[in-house]
Nanobody, 114 residues
Framework: QVQLVESGGGLVQPGGSLRLSCAAS????????MGWYRQAPGKQRELVAT???????NYADSVKGRFTISRDNTKTTVYLQMNSLKPDDTAIYYC????????WGQGTQVTVSS
């Protein structure tokens, strides 16, 4: 059974930081492209960042220079370090695993507000 379990979301003030984690099980983790997506109320789900099996990364323009995606294949976990958070970053953040098949986590809420 494949599971992607996100954690680390919460409420943070503008300018603050959060680190999201996604623990994967049931997949050959090192082969998968891992990603973070987000969906704000009333908006479509959008790509935040991806990291492939060679640890090459890709970021949405809106988060470049502020967010960092990384992976630990020994822990089958992908991370998203989010710095200089803005109210526009408020959304549900979803973990994604994609290779031969695609899987999604249940999401974790990130709220940036004073």
């Amino acid at each position: 059974q494949v599971q992607l379990v996100e954690s680390g979301g919460g409420l943070v003030q503008p300018g603050g930081s959060l680190r999201l984690s996604c623990a994967a099980s049931g997949i050959a983790f090192s082969l998968y492209v891992m990603g973070w997506y987000r969906q704000a109320p009333g908006k479509q789900r959008e790509l935040v960042a991806t990291i492939n099996s060679a640890s090459s990364t890709n970021y949405a323009d809106s988060v470049k220079g502020r967010f960092t995606i990384s992976r630990d294949n020994t822990k089958t976990t992908v991370y998203l370090q989010m710095n200089s958070l803005k109210p526009d970053d408020t959304a549900i953040y979803y973990c994604n695993a994609r290779w031969s098949r695609e899987f999604w986590g249940q999401g974790t809420q990130v709220t940036v507000s004073s």
